[in-house]
Nanobody, 128 residues
């Protein structure tokens, strides 16, 4: 069983930045891809960004492209999401997740149903 845990959420003003972190009990030996997802009240969980573990290839949702950056530190078993120029629409619970197989990546990388391991989430609130 792989455990994942997010940190770094908080309340910020529009236009500010936050960096989310995700620690995993296992990383390189387990995951083909990892990613960040978010869920706002009353909405479905959506993929924000994903990274392929072997070669750092990344994919982003159109809504965050150019503002968010996903990175990983395989030696530390860590996943990060740098969020810049935050908007009120970014307010949500953010989750990190890992996929054991290539299916998630081959289907675009941002499909939540293809990820098997999840953290508990960290809240991000952006307000004016």
């Amino acid at each position: 069983q792989v455990h994942m845990m997010e940190s770094g959420g908080g309340s910020v003003d529009i236009g500010e930045s936050l960096r989310l972190s995700c620690s995993a009990s296992e990383y390189t030996s387990k995951f083909y891809s990892t990613g960040w997802f978010r869920q706002a009240p009353g909405k479905e969980r959506e993929g924000v960004a994903a990274i392929r573990v072997d070669d750092d290839a990344t994919v982003y949702a159109d809504s965050v492209k150019g503002r968010f950056i996903i990175t990983q530190d395989k030696a530390k078993k860590m996943l990060y999401l740098q969020m810049n120029s935050l908007k009120s629409q970014d307010t949500a619970m953010y989750y990190c997740a890992g996929s054991l197989t290539s299916v998630a990546w081959l289907l675009g990388g941002l499909g939540a149903k293809y990820y098997s391991y999840w953290g508990q989430g960290t809240q991000v609130t952006v307000s004016s």
